[in-house]
T-cell receptor, first 113, second 114 residues
Framework: KNQVEQSPQSLIILEGKNCTLQ??????????LRWYKQDTGRGPVSLTI?????NTKSNGRYTATLDADTKQSSLHITASQLSDSASYIC????????????FGKGTHLIIQP | GAVVSQHPSRVICKSGTSVKIECRSL??????MFWYRQFPKKSLMLMAT?????????EQGVEKDKFLINHASLTLSTLTVTSAHPEDSSFYIC??????????FGNGTRLTVT
């Protein structure tokens, strides 16, 4: 069964600090892995998308890594800001279009001033 | 960039009534759109795949007669929650993609059934 496990479930850090969110998956076959940011009451917004051959991708203060061998990904947030408070969702695609996506439950991140 | 617009953002309705939610791709054509449901602090759950010009494909456990989906054009899909009950209260989100681009999500619709 395809699964995406994210950790931690929730995280509270002080503004300006860095943090790393984890995503482990057992999706097969593997096409790509995406990180989304979802603000409360809003739809998810794409941060990064990585294919099998990519092991790191950055988007501003967000840097995602992918180890396709161990089936692990991380999302590192540098110099956190209050606006980073959101849920971060890891989504793994097994190919076959968007209906072949497996969603993680997300990590709820709170940035405190 | 590609934008998906969802309307309304919030709706409150009485039990037994029907509610229609619209999902539009604003600057691209989407032959396929997707409808999700999300309960508080839970992950997105795919409800159905909406195909332009044909019947929607529903996930197991989703009642097709209760959640009517119409994809009449390449830029518009609608989800109608029929005979809504309080347990249908949830956050409904649509998504669409253009080719192999990342999936773009609408901003969601908060449905409250009283």
């Amino acid at each position: 069964k395809n699964q995406v496990e994210q950790s931690p479930q929730s995280l509270i850090i002080l503004e300006g600090k860095n943090c790393t969110l984890q995503c482990n998956y057992t999706v097969s076959p593997f096409s790509n892995l995406r990180w989304y940011k979802q603000d409360t009451g809003r739809g998810p917004v794409s941060l990064t998308i990585m294919t099998f051959s990519e092991n790191t991708k950055s988007n501003g203060r967000y840097t995602a890594t992918l180890d396709a061998d161990t089936k692990q990904s991380s999302l590192h947030i540098t110099a956190s800001q209050l606006s980073d408070s959101a849920s971060y969702i890891c989504v793994v695609s097994g190919g076959g279009g968007a209906d072949g996506l497996t969603f993680g439950k997300g990590t709820h991140l709170i940035i405190q001033p | 960039g590609a934008v998906v617009s969802q309307h309304p953002s919030r709706v409150i309705c009485k039990s037994g009534t029907s509610v229609k939610i619209e999902c539009r791709s604003l600057d691209f054509q989407a032959t396929t759109m997707f409808w999700y449901r999300q309960f508080p602090k839970k992950s997105l759950m795919l409800m159905a795949t909406s195909n332009e010009g044909s019947k929607a494909t529903y996930e197991q456990g989703v009642e097709k007669d209760k959640f009517l989906i119409n994809h009449a054009s390449l830029t518009l899909s609608t989800l109608t929650v029929t005979s809504a009950h309080p347990e249908d209260s949830s956050f409904y989100i649509c998504s669409a993609s253009e080719g192999n681009s990342p999936l773009h999500f609408g901003n969601g619709t908060r449905l409250t059934v009283t």
